[in-house]
């Protein structure tokens, strides 16, 4: 019913900035959560940020100072900006996303793109 496609990653140096950004389409549901998680192979995934559908937004306190989430609705679109980043930063970035009342009661999304990796070099 619902893709998500991610895009915009790639190689950057540290205190550089990158900015993904994740495009859903098909179904969705009226009140669509989304978030970013990151993952590096031989680590646990980490939820990196998270926005619901009125905006309210939640960031990990490993990257609250210098990552932002934020939407634009008109374009389908999700978005994380990334500023100064560090090389401990460097994970495959997916999107996920579903109906904010499965993710509350579920505590999980059930809608995951692709992912896109950045890298970040010294």
């Known amino acids: 019913q619902t893709q998500l496609v991610e895009s915009g990653g790639g190689s950057v140096q540290a205190g550089g900035s990158v900015r993904l950004s994740c495009v859903a389409s098909?179904?969705?549901?009226?009140?669509?959560?989304m978030a970013w998680f990151r993952q590096t192979p031989g680590k646990e995934r980490e939820e990196v940020a998270s926005?619901?559908?009125?905006?309210?937004?939640t960031v990990a306190d490993s990257v609250k100072e210098r990552f932002t989430v934020f939407k634009d609705d008109d374009k389908s679109t999700l978005y994380l900006q990334m500023d100064r980043l560090k090389t401990e930063d460097t994970a495959m970035y997916y999107c996920?996303?579903?109906?904010?009342?499965?993710?509350?009661?579920?505590?999980?999304?059930?809608?995951w793109g692709q992912g896109t990796q950045v890298t970040v070099s010294s």
């Open positions: 996920a996303g579903d109906g904010c009342g499965f993710v509350a009661l579920a505590g999980s999304y059930g809608d």
């Open positions: 098909g179904y969705v549901y009226r009140t669509y959560c």
């Open positions: 926005i619901d559908a009125d905006g309210n937004t």
